[in-house]
Antibody, heavy 119, light 107 residues
Framework: QVQLQESGPGLVKPSQTLSLTCTVS??????????WSWIRQPAGKGLEWIGRIHTSGSTNYNPSVKSRVTISADMSKNQFSLKLSSVTAADTAVYLCVRDHSVGVFDVWGQGTLVTVSS | EIVLTQSPATLSLSPGERATLSCRAS??????LAWYQQKPGQAPRLLIYDASNRATGIPARFSGSGSGTDFTLTISSVEPEDFAVYYC?????????FGQGTRLEIK
């Protein structure tokens, strides 16, 4: 059974770059026609899709963060990563990595990691 | 961007009652709508995809219906473990969006 686990700093200073990694176990990110997405959720609020990467390497990003975000994958480590630059307090949220089946069916989720943007 | 509006914001029911949650899209999403359940401190869980297909392991008391702009999630008889927040989500184009959520609380 596929499992996802986020990792990375829980505190990032304003204007710096947020970097998170999602490690996938129980299956290979390079097999199957899957996408791998990042979603975030500010405390007490709803869900915002950030972007996705396909096993082919192609990416899609939410226009709300497109100028600041990069999602990449390391097939050898079975990981995919999120980088969000020039962060502000508005980027404080729980960040979740998700298996994205059929472009937008989020069927396997990581537990999420809280990232706080503060000096 | 397609906006999803969920109603009601909060639904208060007793165990055993029927729950009806609504999601309306700002433009047609065909049948590309999913429902997720989220409990406190947990990640969301996929319940229904493509309007009416139950995800693996989801009990039969959960059902989805609708197409175009109006969708419904029904819980035929609410169990104690069903009290949670429910989100709808559309994937009619690559820019997927979520509704603001409906909280199902114990009456």
């Amino acid at each position: 059974q596929v499992q996802l686990q986020e990792s990375g700093p829980g505190l990032v200073k304003p204007s710096q770059t947020l970097s998170l990694t999602c490690t996938v176990s129980g299956g290979s990110i390079s097999s199957g026609n899957y996408y791998w997405s990042w979603i975030r959720q500010p405390a007490g609020k709803g869900l915002e899709w950030i972007g996705r990467i396909h096993t082919s390497g192609s990416t899609n990003y939410n226009p709300s963060v497109k100028s600041r975000v990069t999602i990449s994958a390391d097939m050898s480590k079975n990981q995919f990563s999120l980088k969000l630059s020039s962060v502000t307090a508005a980027d404080t949220a729980v960040y979740l990595c998700v298996r994205d089946h059929s472009v937008g069916v989020f069927d396997v989720w990581g537990q999420g990691t809280l990232v706080t943007v503060s000096s | 961007e397609i906006v999803l509006t969920q109603s009601p914001a909060t639904l208060s029911l007793s165990p055993g009652e029927r729950a009806t949650l609504s999601c309306r899209a700002s433009q047609s999403v065909s049948s590309y709508l999913a429902w997720y359940q989220q409990k406190p401190g947990q990640a969301p869980r996929l319940l229904i995809y493509d309007a009416s297909n139950r995800a693996t392991g989801i009990p039969a008391r959960f059902s989805g219906s609708g197409s175009g702009t109006d969708f419904t999630l029904t819980i035929s008889s609410v169990e104690p473990e069903d009290f949670a927040v429910y989100y709808c989500q559309q994937r009619s184009n690559w820019l997927t969006t979520f509704g603001q959520g409906t909280r199902l609380e114990i009456k």
